[in-house]
């Protein structure tokens, strides 16, 4: 049975326990931002770090989302876990880190299993070429490539699922607590 009163803490708490296993349902979030032609874009991400209400994702430099986030940082984070019936929506304004103390930490206590992707020679998105998808890169050039996206948190809406009787909470940027609203 859903809880009928939650708070920060509460969804802090099952936001935390995505980035601990990739079984947990909040492991992975979508990410929406706008492109270039203004549309809009939705990605899966693997939700990485919660700290100082920032919410991580990791990505390659020369991915096309990060050209994206560039020109326009807002953001939309979403998750939904089946197994609790709730969803949580973040509205975030992106910060990108790269070849900065952030990245360098992470990057230092990555496995190299996750540091694999970025040693890849062929941009993403680029046209397919055989030697292109090799993964030959240096390690100086792969941490080139890595880049960590912190996502401020503005704005929450939560909802949980409950036969016949949702409840639903919302959150913005300067307010203590969250605040029950209609479903
Ligand atoms: C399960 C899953 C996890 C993913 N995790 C990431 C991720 O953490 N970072 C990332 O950049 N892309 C991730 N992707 C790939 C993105 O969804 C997207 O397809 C890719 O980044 C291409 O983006 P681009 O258009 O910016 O090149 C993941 C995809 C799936 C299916």
């Known amino acids: 049975m859903q809880p009928e009163n939650i708070d920060l803490v509460w969804v802090w708490s099952k936001l935390q326990a995505g980035i601990k296993t990739n079984k947990n349902d909040y492991h992975l979030m979508q990410l929406g931002y706008v492109n270039e032609s203004n549309f809009p874009k939705i990605d899966t991400v ?12 990791n990505t390659d430099f020369r991915s096309h989302k990060v050209q994206c986030l560039q020109q326009d940082p807002n953001v939309s984070l ?23 103390d952030v990245c360098r930490e992470k990057w230092e206590s990555m496995p190299l299993l996750s540091q694999e992707c970025y040693h890849q020679v062929g941009n993403p998105g680029e046209s397919y070429a055989a030697d292109l998808a090799t993964f030959d890169l ?3 050039d792969a941490f080139e490539n890595f880049t960590m996206i912190a ?3 503005k704005k929450m809406d939560v909802l949980l699922l409950r036969l016949g009787d949702n409840i639903r909470y919302i ?9 029950r609203v209609m479903a």
């Open 78 to 100: 979403h998750w939904y876990s089946k197994e609790e019936k709730t969803q949580i929506s973040i509205q975030a304004v992106a910060k990108i880190h790269h070849l900065d």
């Open 46 to 57: 693997v939700f990485r770090q919660l700290a100082n209400r920032h919410i991580y994702f």
């Open 138 to 140: 240096s390690e100086k």
């Open 151 to 153: 996502c401020e948190i």
């Open 171 to 179: 959150w913005s940027e300067g307010d203590d607590a969250l605040k």
